[in-house]
């Protein structure tokens, strides 16, 4: 008890320290703090509050003219939950999901890391190449998706035309499940490389030109240069942004909607998609299994990002 006592002492203590040596950084965050608050918090405690109940289209509170309805829905605890969980559609979502958010994070990690490999040396035209690599991300993701959607066309579109002029048979790149999961994949590819780009660009310019010219001396190869130096040196800054990008992907719900709207048949459907059509597509809306789905992918990400920081401190990352 003594030890409990003097413990809790000491942490008071810091923390006054702390309050009257950084009073100023304190009351400069605080706005920001209470409007994140307000922003992220209210709309997730609303979201699990939901989630506990059986609120849809016809039983929450609605303006009808000049009368107003109160609501009627009740709470039924973690029934939303069970039957999520009980039944095969969440783990179907679940499964393409991963299997989406794997094949655009590593294909995206790849190419950017190739990329930004060829324009870290020195070519007439390099400045024009960065732009145009980069020009995907300028781009607003809706307007790059609808021009997608026109490429894949399977009637008028480039690709479909340029494969019918070479006397091979057009393909149904959106309504067939397989050739729409590659689409779909490709387009988030696209739009992800320029991000993955310009950050590996930063690491390997960070990499001290000496350590390859050493190595060089001492007769390393290319391919040498590259595992014993090259992945080493941007390796704290891949970890970041392969975690960044693997949340983005998680959630993408502009690309899987615009391009597919989920289909055919639900097959291009990720988890986040499923819960935009509970809530505002299928009819009676359903507030709260929507808001149960919410709740579950949250779940799943926190649990992602804390494996993923434990693993970086077994391997001595600092994050």
């Not at 392969?242 to 690309?255: E, G």
């Amino acid at each position: 008890m003594a030890e409990a006592a003097i413990s809790r002492l000491k942490r008071g203590t810091r923390l006054r320290r702390s309050l009257s040596n950084y009073w100023y950084a304190w009351a400069m965050i605080a706005p920001v703090v209470v409007v994140i608050t307000g922003i992220i918090g209210w709309p997730l405690v609303r979201g699990v509050f939901l989630s506990l109940t059986n609120a849809n289209e016809a039983n929450v509170e609605r303006q009808i003219g000049v009368n107003k309805i109160e609501a009627t829905y009740e709470f039924v605890g973690l029934e939303n939950y069970l039957d999520i969980l009980g039944g095969s559609e969440f783990w179907d979502r679940l499964g393409w999901t991963l299997v989406w958010t794997v094949s655009c994070v590593s294909i995206t990690f790849l190419i950017g890391l190739g990329l930004a490999n060829m324009l870290n040396r020195s070519f007439r035209g390099r400045t024009l190449y960065r732009m145009a690599l980069i020009l995907p991300w300028a781009i607003p993701a809706f307007v790059s998706v609808f021009a997608w959607r026109m490429i894949f066309n399977e009637r008028n579109g480039i690709l479909n035309n340029l494969l019918e002029g070479q006397g091979i048979a057009g393909v149904h790149w959106l309504s067939d499940p397989t050739w729409a999961k590659l689409a779909v994949i490709g387009v988030n590819v696209w739009l992800g490389v320029p991000f993955m780009l310009i950050a590996m660009l930063g690491a390997l310019q960070s990499i001290p030109p000496e350590h390859y010219e050493a190595a060089e001396m001492d007769g390393a190869g290319p391919w040498q240069r590259f595992w014993n130096i090259t992945l080493p040196g941007v390796r704290s800054v891949s970890m970041t942004v392969v975690l960044l990008s693997t949340i983005w992907t998680f959630n993408m719900f502009p690309v899987i909607f615009l391009l597919t709207r989920g289909g055919p048949a639900g097959s291009t459907d990720i988890l986040v998609t499923e819960a935009f059509r509970l809530a505002f597509i299928r009819s009676p809306r359903d507030f709260a299994n929507s808001a149960a789905w919410g709740v579950l992918i949250l779940l799943l990400l926190v649990l992602f990002a804390i494996s993923y920081r434990r693993a970086l401190r077994k391997q001595g990352e600092v994050w």
